[in-house]
Every structure is written in structure tokens, then in C-alpha cells.
């Protein structure tokens, strides 16, 4: 483990814990962007450029901005923060808990991620965008087509769904 | 270089804080971010796997990536568009106060 990965990891992990901890929704949207750069940063270590960049413009410029907004758009509802330790919070960081104690069981005893230590050594940074889009437009065009269509009506039904109702 | 494990471990780490956010937190906004959270831990483990792979060239993680980033989008938006329809109708956005299917 480099001294890179600690750090990048820690600084993800804090922004997701003080994302789903803190108080004020607002702050909560902005310790949301810290992961997600964190974790763009950790695609951009593991050599997929195109998947990092993408991962800062959807999820930094797109996804957060429409949370601020949609807090924003809300403001005023924010419920009384109930006292910690009720039954829900116990059983709901119990159960999960009991999942990331599953899944690591699982990959510390796979062999799998005991075989793969070394990752290949060279997949050059520029061929590796270049060769995304022309897998994109070759052997995935059908997929593609398909997402732009998921995306043009999930874009129109987000804007029926969230209209102004007419007054009758 | 840092092995496999240390991503997969970061990457199961980020999906259950998400999922304790989820199960925990009573406010539809946090909801949304915990399971964004989640959605970007899958993300990291196809990452990871297409690193360490034997076959990094087919670029196979890589393209589920981007088509499952563009879904997330998706879903934001329209999980926000929800958020708001029904804070316009119970003037909440409390999860427990929203409970009736009555209009």
C-alpha cells in the first residue's frame, strides 16, 4: 500500500463518513463532492483517465450541483435530529456492519485477489482514451445508443414529474 | 504499488458507509447521497478488477463504467425530481412523515 493510496483513501472515507453524519444538508452535499474526488482521484491511480475525468464532470459538476439544488428547493423540512442511539441507527449500522464484515471475510479468503498482486504493467494513458472511443462507437454502439435514450427520458420524465402542477 | 485488496476494501468500506447513511439517516436527500455512494463503490471494483485483470486491453470495466455512471445520472435526476414532487405535496422531505399513498 503507497503512502498515495493512504492518503487519497482516508480523505474519501472521511468525506462519505462526515456526508452521512453531519448535520447540515448543505455541508453534507460538500463532503459529498470530497469523496467524489477522492475517488476520482483513485480511478485516475489505477490508469483510467477517461473513467476519472468522467467520474469529476458527471458526479462533481452534475450530480452534487442538482443535490444543492434540490436541498436548497426543499429547504426549511429538516427534520429535528432525533437522538443518536435509537433502535433504527443501531440496526441500521449493525446491518451494515454485518455486510462490510461479509464482503471483507469474503476477499481476504478468495484466492483471487490473492493471485492478482501485480496489475500489467503498461496500458499507455493516451492509447487507453483512444481506445475507449473507439470501442464506444465499434464493438458497444448498440449500448451507447441506448444510454442516450435512457438519458433523454429520464431527463424528460424528471422534468414532468417535477413541473408545477396546473391549479384546477 | 498497492494491491488489489486495498481497493477492494476501500471499495466495501464507501458501500457500507452508504448503506448505514441509507438505513439510518431519515431525510429522502441523504437517502439519495448513500446510495449514490454505494453506486460509486460498485464503480471502484470494476475499475479495480479491470486493473489487476489478465486482459486490461478489452477495456471491459472501463465501458461498464461509463454506462453505469450515465445510469447513476439518471437516477439522480429523476430520484431528486421524486424528492421534490413530494416535498411540493406533504411540504416535507422527512421519510416518516411521508407514509400515506393518499393524495
Known sequence: ?168 | MTSLECYLLLSALLFSIGLAGALTRRNAIIVLIGIELMLNAANLNFIAFWRYSEHPEALTGVLFVIFSIAVAAAEAAVGLALIIAVYRHYKTTHLDQVDSMKG
Not at chain 1, 452535499?29 to 469523496?35: G, P, Q, S
Not at chain 1, 496489475?119 to 499507455?124: H, S
Request: with cysteine; glycine share 8%; net charge positive.
Open chain 1, 1 to 168: 500500500m503507497t503512502v498515495v493510496f493512504a492518503i487519497i483513501a482516508l480523505v474519501t472515507l472521511g468525506g462519505a463518513i462526515a456526508a452521512m453524519r453531519l448535520r447540515n444538508l448543505v455541508h453534507c452535499a460538500l463532503c459529498l463532492v470530497v469523496a467524489f474526488g477522492g475517488l476520482a482521484a483513485v480511478f485516475l491511480q489505477l490508469d483510467a483517465q477517461f473513467v476519472g475525468l468522467a467520474q469529476i464532470l458527471v458526479y462533481i459538476g452534475a450530480v452534487a450541483i442538482l443535490i444543492v439544488f434540490a436541498i436548497l428547493l426543499t429547504r426549511g423540512s429538516e427534520p429535528p435530529m432525533q437522538p443518536v442511539l435509537t433502535p433504527s441507527w443501531v440496526m441500521g449500522v449493525g446491518v451494515a456492519v454485518l455486510v462490510f464484515g461479509s464482503l471483507a471475510a469474503a476477499m481476504l479468503s478468495s484466492f483471487v485477489t490473492h493471485a492478482l498482486t501485480n496489475p500489467k504493467a503498461d496500458v499507455a494513458a493516451d492509447v487507453a482514451v483512444q481506445r475507449v472511443g473507439e470501442k464506444l462507437m465499434k464493438d458497444y454502439v448498440l449500448p451507447l445508443e441506448v444510454v442516450a435514450l435512457l438519458l433523454t427520458a429520464a431527463l424528460i420524465g424528471a422534468v414532468i414529474i417535477a413541473v408545477q402542477e396546473k391549479r384546477k
